[in-house]
C-alpha cells in the first residue's frame, strides 16, 4: 500500500466516529480517494507560507488555524476575505490583534485564543482554511465547517497540500424564477427541512423601497445565489433608488459582487423576475435589450446577444437558452452566439421546458370575443411544432398559465380551475375546480399551491380560514385521471401572530417532505399535514422562501403584524435544535486582574451604564450651561472600507457605540472591529484599548472598579476600569457554534454590549429569538468570580418578542415581554408596560433612521410609563419623546411642550438632564454622509438654547451627559465632549 493510501485509510478510519450525517460520510469517503495537490509555498522565518499572489487570489470566509504571522498580515490586506485566526498560544493572539488598524481597506480581522479541537463554526460554512503543521485540528474537523467547492490548505514540510470540499448528493439548485425550467415550484433538495435557525444573516433589515418589490427573483446555481434588489449599500439614505444584481455566496452570505440592474423591474402581480436564470460558470440576464451572459464568480460580461425585440423570460436548459418575446420564442446557444431555432407566434406567454421539450401557451381572443389559449409543444432539439391545442373547450378564462411541466405532464392554471394535458401529445387529461385562490387577488394565480410531487398532483382545495386553527386540505390526484387517490389535511395552529392563517403574496414551495407556507412560517409535513411552524422569520414579499444548497433563504420584508422577528436576508438551516449545556463555572475563564480590582462606586454626575441607569432612562441630574462649546474631540473609529463595515453600513448600525462615563474615563466601543477604547474624561487622550474577537454593539457598565460587556462572539467581559486588564470572561452562548452575520463571524446566540447590574449581580442575555437556534439563554453572574447564581432558558414556541438587553424595575428585570425574578430566575410573561420596551425588533435597531417601512405599525415603537415613541427620555417625574414620522419632539413634566425638528433634519438621540432636553441627530436624513446636529431645549418651554453643527450625523441613541458636559458619539468615528465655554477649546470639530 503506498503512502497515499495509508494515509487515505487512516483519515477514513478516523472519521467514522465522528459522523453526525450522511452528507458528511459522503464527503469524506470522496476526499479519502482524492490524490492531493500540492500547492506552490515559500519558506521564511523557518515557517512555510503561501506567496502574496496567492493569497490575493482568495475569496471568502478564511479561516487560518495557528501558523505564520507574516502570513496573517498578508491576508489581512485583502478586501475580498473575512480572516478568522484561530491561535493556542496567547501571545500570538496580542500581536495580531496590532493588525486590525494596519488596513483601512484590507479584509475584515479577527483573532482569537483558540485551544479546543473542534473549530466553532457550522456546517458548511467557511470558503478557505490554511491549517499549520503543528495543529491538533483534526482534518475530518476541518473539512467539516468547509463548504462545498471550499479548499483547505494543510501544510507540511514541503509546502502545502490543497484540498477541494465535494458538493454531496442530495443538494439541489434553485435556477430559475420557481425553480427550474419545468416551472414547478418544487425542490429535489434532500437535506432541506424545517428551519432551526440561522446560517447566515445580512442587511438590510427592512426592504428600503417597494414593500412588494424591493427584491425579486432569487435564483441559486454553483454555491451563489443572485437576486434583483433595491436593499444595496448606495442605495442607503437615498430617495430615488437604483436597482442591482447582486451576488452572494449561498453558503455564508458573504457579498461576491454587485452590478446595476439595467433590466426591466417587475411590480405588480407577483414580484418575481423571469428574466434572470443561472448555471454553475454562468448567470444570464435580459439588460436593456440585451441578453446577457455573466461570468457568476466576477460579475463581468462575456458574452451578448443584441436583440430589437423585447425579452421578457429566459429559461437555460442543457446548452440552450431559451429567449421568450411577446412576439415567440428564440433558442440560443449557452455561448450566444448562434441562433439555433426560432418559435414565432404573437403573445406568446408562460415558456417551461421538460423532457427535451418546450411548452408554451399562445394567447388571444377567438372571433366570438372569447378569451382564447393555445397550448403548443415544442422540440427542444430542433424547434419543430410536435403538437398545438386550442384549450377553449376547458377555460375561457382571461389568465392562463403553465403551472408545471414536468414527468409527461403540463398543467395549466387558472382562477378557480386546474387542467392536465398529455406533454407527449396535447390531449388533455382532465380538469379540476378549486375553492382555492392566492393569497392576495392582484398575484399570478400560480400562487396558490398546486404542486406534482410522489406521482401525484396536489390541488390546494379550499384556503385555510384567518383563524389559528384554520386548515387547509390538498388532493392527490392521479395526473392520467385526475381520481383522488389522497387527502392531505392539515392539523395543528398556525402561528400566534395578527393575522393567523394568512396566505398573502408569497410563493408556496415543495420539497419531498414538506409543503412550505413562507407567510405563515410553517412547513406542512407531506405525509401526516401537521404544521411545523418556526416563527422566528418568516418569508419575504413575493419570492417567500427559497430552498436550495441546503438552506431556506428569505429576504427582508417590512410586514407588521408578524410578532416579533428575526430581520435581513438570511439562510436558514434545518439541523436540530441545540441543547443547552448547564451554565456552570466551566465557562468562566481568569485573566490576570481576577480579584485584584477595587475602584471607587458610581456618583450620581456619573453615566456609568448605556442610557443612564438600570431603568435606561436616559436621565442624567447633571445641569448644562446654555453656552456649551467643543472642550475636545477624538477619533476612534478610522475610516475602513471592509466586507463587514459595508454590511453593518447596510443595517443601518451604527459604528461608534454611545459613551459611558465613570471616575475620570469615558469609555466608548468601535462596534465592527470589537473594540473598547477608554479615554481620559478632560483631555480624550487614550488610556487603554480592548479586544474582543467580535462586535461590540452598545458601551460598557462600570461599576466599583469593573468594566463589564457582551460581545457578539457570545461572551461577556469583566476588565478593570483603570488598565483593561482582564478580570474574567464568561461564555454565556451556549455552545461554541458559529455564523455569518453582517459580514463578520458571530455567535449563533450574541450577547449586546450593554451588561445589567444590580448590587453584586450582573444579568446578560445571549441568542436571538426564543425558537431560534435552541432559544434564548439569560444568566444572573456574580460579579467577583464571573460564576452563574442562575440560567434561565427562553426556548417555548409560545414566548413572543426577541432578545434584547436588560432593563430593571418593579423589584424585576426584564426581557424584551418577559419579567425575570432577579434572586432565582424565574420568569413569565410581564404584563406591566412601564419598564422600557423596543417594539418588535428591539431596543437597538435603528432602522428607521434612514429606512420609512421600518415605521410601519408601531414596528419600532418604544414604550415605557405608558408613553411611545422613535426615542424615549425619562425620569420619575418627566418624560420626552420624538416621534418620527412627525419629527415631533414631546414633553411633560411640571410643564407640557412640543417642538417640531424642521426638515430634512432627523433626530437620532435624545437624553434628559436637570437643565435641558439634549437631542441630537442628522441635519438631512436623505443624505449618506449627512453632516450632525446638537439641540439644547429649555425643559421649561422647548425653547432652542443652543444648535451645535456637527462634521457627521450622531450615532442612534448616542448622547451621555455627566459633570456638566455632553458626550456625543459620530458617524465619523468620532467622539465629542461639549463643556461650558469656560473650559472650551478654541478647536473646530474634526
Known amino acids: 500500500m503506498s503512502k497515499n493510501e495509508n494515509i487515505a485509510h487512516d483519515r477514513t478510519a478516523r472519521i467514522r466516529p465522528f459522523i453526525l450525517l450522511t452528507m458528511s460520510f459522503a464527503f469524506c469517503i470522496i476526499l479519502s480517494n482524492r490524490e492531493p495537490v500540492v500547492f506552490a509555498a515559500e519558506r521564511g522565518a523557518g515557517t512555510a507560507r503561501l506567496s502574496r499572489d496567492d493569497t490575493n487570489r482568495l475569496t471568502g470566509l478564511c479561516v487560518q488555524i495557528g501558523g505564520s504571522l507574516e502570513l496573517t498580515r498578508q491576508l489581512a490586506g485583502n478586501p475580498q476575505l473575512l480572516l478568522h485566526r484561530l491561535d493556542v498560544d496567547l501571545d500570538l493572539v496580542k500581536q495580531a490583534q496590532g493588525f486590525l488598524t494596519e488596513h483601512r481597506k484590507g479584509a475584515t480581522f479577527l483573532t482569537e485564543h483558540w485551544t479546543r479541537t473542534e473549530l466553532p463554526h457550522a456546517n458548511n460554512l467557511v470558503n478557505v482554511v490554511i491549517a499549520s503543521k503543528d495543529t491538533e485540528v483534526p482534518r475530518t474537523e476541518i473539512l467539516r465547517v468547509l463548504c462545498p467547492g471550499g479548499v483547505a490548505f494543510f501544510a507540511d514540510d514541503t509546502g502545502y497540500t490543497r484540498i477541494e470540499k465535494p458538493t454531496p448528493e442530495g443538494l439541489d439548485a434553485w435556477t430559475h424564477q420557481w425553480h427550474g425550467a419545468d416551472g414547478g415550484l418544487v425542490t429535489e433538495d434532500k437535506h432541506v427541512g424545517v428551519p432551526q435557525g440561522l446560517q447566515w444573516v445580512t442587511g438590510p433589515l427592512f426592504a428600503m423601497a417597494g414593500r412588494k418589490s424591493s427584491t425579486q427573483s432569487l435564483v441559486s446555481a454553483g454555491g451563489r445565489n443572485f437576486y434583483v434588489t433595491q436593499n444595496v449599500v448606495k442605495n442607503v439614505g437615498r430617495g430615488k433608488m437604483h436597482q442591482f444584481l447582486v451576488a452572494r455566496d449561498a453558503f455564508n452570505g458573504l457579498l461576491l459582487w454587485q452590478r446595476q440592474w439595467m433590466g426591466p423591474f417587475v411590480t405588480g402581480n407577483g414580484e418575481t423576475n423571469p428574466r434572470l436564470v443561472a448555471s454553475g460558470q454562468y448567470v444570464y440576464i435580459v439588460d436593456d435589450g440585451h441578453v446577457l451572459a455573466l461570468d457568476a464568480q466576477t460579475g463581468k460580461t462575456r458574452f451578448r446577444w443584441e436583440t430589437a425585440e423585447d425579452p421578457d423570460k429566459l429559461i437555460h436548459v442543457g446548452h440552450t437558452i431559451l429567449v421568450q418575446s411577446p412576439g415567440g420564442i428564440t433558442a440560443l446557444d449557452d455561448r450566444l452566439a448562434k441562433v439555433m431555432w426560432k418559435f414565432r407566434d404573437k403573445k406568446t406567454h408562460g415558456t417551461a421546458s421538460s423532457d427535451n421539450q418546450v411548452l408554451c401557451l399562445v394567447s388571444g381572443r377567438s372571433k366570438d370575443g372569447n378569451f382564447k389559449h393555445e397550448l403548443v409543444g415544442i422540440n427542444l432539439s430542433d424547434g419543430k411544432i410536435a403538437w398545438r391545442v386550442n384549450t377553449q373547450p376547458q377555460t375561457t378564462a382571461r389568465w392562463v398559465r403553465i403551472n408545471f411541466a414536468r414527468d409527461g405532464f403540463v398543467a395549466l392554471q387558472a382562477h378557480g380551475s386546474l387542467h392536465l394535458f398529455s406533454a407527449k401529445s396535447g390531449d388533455h387529461l382532465w380538469t379540476r375546480k378549486t375553492d382555492a385562490r392566492p393569497g392576495k387577488s392582484y398575484v399570478d394565480a400560480r400562487y396558490v399551491g398546486h404542486f406534482l410531487r410522489h406521482g401525484l398532483v396536489w390541488m390546494l382545495k379550499q384556503n385555510t380560514g384567518r383563524k389559528l386553527s384554520g386548515q387547509n386540505e390538498w388532493l392527490g390526484l392521479d395526473p392520467l385521471t385526475g381520481e383522488q387517490r389522497r387527502v392531505l389535511q392539515t392539523t395543528g395552529d398556525w402561528p400566534k401572530t395578527a393575522a393567523p392563517g394568512k396566505l398573502g403574496c408569497q410563493l408556496l414551495v415543495a420539497s419531498d417532505r414538506f409543503i412550505m407556507i413562507p407567510r405563515q412560517a410553517t412547513f406542512i409535513d407531506f405525509e401526516t399535514g401537521k404544521k411545523r411552524p418556526f416563527k422566528f422569520t418568516r418569508g419575504g414579499c413575493g419570492l417567500g422562501f427559497v430552498p436550495a444548497n441546503g438552506l431556506v433563504y428569505s429576504h427582508p420584508h417590512a410586514c407588521g403584524c408578524f410578532s ?298 418604544w414604550t415605557a410609563k405608558d408613553v411611545a415613541g422613535q426615542l424615549l427620555a425619562f425620569s420619575k417625574d418627566e418624560t420626552v419623546r420624538y416621534e418620527a414620522e412627525s419629527r415631533t419632539l414631546t414633553f411633560k413634566g411640571q410643564t407640557t411642550w412640543n417642538h417640531s425638528v424642521p426638515k430634512p433634519a432627523q433626530v437620532t438621540s435624545l437624553i434628559l438632564t436637570k437643565s435641558h432636553v439634549v437631542a441630537a441627530g442628522s441635519r438631512d436624513r436623505q443624505a449618506q454622509l449627512a453632516g450632525g446636529i446638537l439641540w439644547l431645549l429649555d425643559e421649561q418651554d422647548g425653547t432652542v438654547n443652543k444648535a451645535i453643527e456637527l462634521p457627521a450625523e450622531v450615532v442612534f441613541d448616542g448622547l451621555a451627559a455627566s459633570r456638566n458636559q455632553v458626550f456625543v458619539s459620530s458617524q465619523n468615528g468620532h467622539l465629542y465632549c461639549f463643556g461650558s465655554k469656560k473650559r472650551a477649546s478654541t478647536t473646530s470639530p474634526e
Not at 416579533?564 to 465557562?587: I, N, P, Y
Not at 472642550?631 to 478610522?638: G, M
Not at 466601543?669 to 461590540?696: C, E, K, N, Y
Open 564 to 861: 416579533e422577528a428575526v430581520r435581513g436576508f438570511m439562510g436558514m438551516h434545518s439541523q436540530k435544535a441545540v441543547r443547552f449545556e448547564s451554565s456552570g463555572t466551566d465557562r468562566v475563564e481568569r485573566g490576570a486582574a481576577f480579584k485584584e480590582v477595587k475602584g471607587p462606586p458610581t456618583v450620581p454626575e456619573d453615566w456609568p451604564v448605556y442610557r443612564y441607569d438600570g431603568s435606561r432612562g436616559a436621565s442624567s441630574p447633571t445641569q448644562l450651561d446654555d453656552s456649551l462649546s467643543l472642550l475636545w474631540s477624538k477619533q476612534i473609529v478610522p475610516h475602513r472600507e471592509t466586507r463587514s463595515s459595508r454590511a453593518w453600513t447596510l443595517r443601518t448600525g451604527n459604528r461608534l457605540t454611545a459613551p459611558t462615563i465613570y471616575d475620570r474615563s469615558v469609555f466608548v466601543a468601535d462596534v465592527d472591529s470589537g473594540q473598547l477604547h477608554a479615554l481620559d474624561v478632560a483631555s480624550g487622550h487614550p488610556r487603554w484599548t480592548f479586544s474582543a474577537a467580535g462586535r461590540i454593539d452598545s458601551p460598557p457598565t462600570l461599576h466599583n472598579g469593573l468594566c463589564l460587556f457582551g460581545s457578539h462572539n457570545g461572551y461577556v467581559y469583566c476588565v478593570s476600569a483603570a488598565d483593561g486588564r482582564l478580570v474574567w470572561r464568561f461564555r454565556a452562548a451556549p455552545m461554541h457554534h458559529r455564523i455569518v452575520a453582517f459580514g463578520n463571524v458571530e455567535s449563533r446566540w450574541p450577547v449586546s454590549g450593554t451588561v445589567l447590574v444590580q448590587n453584586d449581580t450582573a444579568f446578560v442575555a445571549a441568542g436571538r429569538a426564543p425558537d431560534a437556534d435552541g432559544g434564548i439563554q439569560v444568566h444572573a453572574l456574580d460579579l467577583q468570580s464571573g460564576n452563574p447564581r442562575w440560567s434561565a432558558q427562553l426556548n417555548s414556541p409560545e414566548s413572543v418578542g426577541l432578545c434584547d438587553f436588560l432593563v430593571s424595575g418593579e423589584e424585576a428585570v426584564f426581557l424584551s415581554n418577559w419579567r425575570f425574578d432577579p434572586q432565582t430566575g424565574e420568569h413569565a410573561r410581564a404584563s406591566s408596560n412601564s419598564h422600557l420596551r423596543g417594539g418588535k425588533v428591539g431596543l437597538l435597531e435603528s432602522s428607521w433612521l434612514k429606512h420609512d417601512l421600518a415605521l410601519r405599525k408601531n414596528i419600532q415603537t
